[in-house]
């Protein structure tokens, strides 16, 4: 079987990815070269480069002797992230209500209603789309990609958590955008710092407390 190109190589790789942060490949599943080679009609060596990738993401795990494994989520790495995010999210707060473009600033009207993501996978690209929204208005690179990366990783830790409390309170977060939104908007920094990791403290005491009651969480 012959090899692939570079964008080849890019598409296996951001496929996995997201199979894996949406659950597709669930936390502690094996994953299987000649599966995948199957799967993707490719050779071995974009597979392994992109599992490699994504180890190096955390992602996956590599097992000498065994091959591959999806990465398990822990309670404790969990809770590790959320703090992480609440640091990273309130430092992109602070950036955009200060240095943030007006047209950008107004142009987050779009998140005062979840209605055009209910197709487009609801909720979960709802939630994604707009924290990763505020990430791309930071002036600051760094800060951008650091955390629009951890925003990313948290599609796993939803998806868990929805399948074990599916009544999840849309309307709340809602509410929780558009007061961030509204502070944003007037560039009032301090409440939206606040709002924000309020905000992510109280997804923080929900999430944790339905992966307590989750199977795949080790």
Known sequence: ML???????????????????NCVFKPGQSLHESELVEQFGISKSPIRDALLRLEAERLVIVEPR??????????????DLFELRMIMEAGVAQNIATLGDMIGLQALDRFRSFDAWRAKGGFLAYNRDFHLGLAELCANRRVRDVTRDVIEQFDRIVVISMSVSPELDAQLYLKEHC????????RKARVATRLISEHIQRARSQFIGSFQRSAVVA
Do not use: F, H
């Open 3 to 21: 090899d692939v190109p570079e964008v080849r190589r890019n598409d296996v790789y951001a496929k996995l990815r997201e199979d894996i942060l």
């Open 179 to 186: 007061a961030i939104i509204d502070a944003l908007q007037a």
């Open 66 to 79: 065994k091959g591959y494994r999806v990465a398990p989520i822990s309670l404790s790495d969990s809770s």
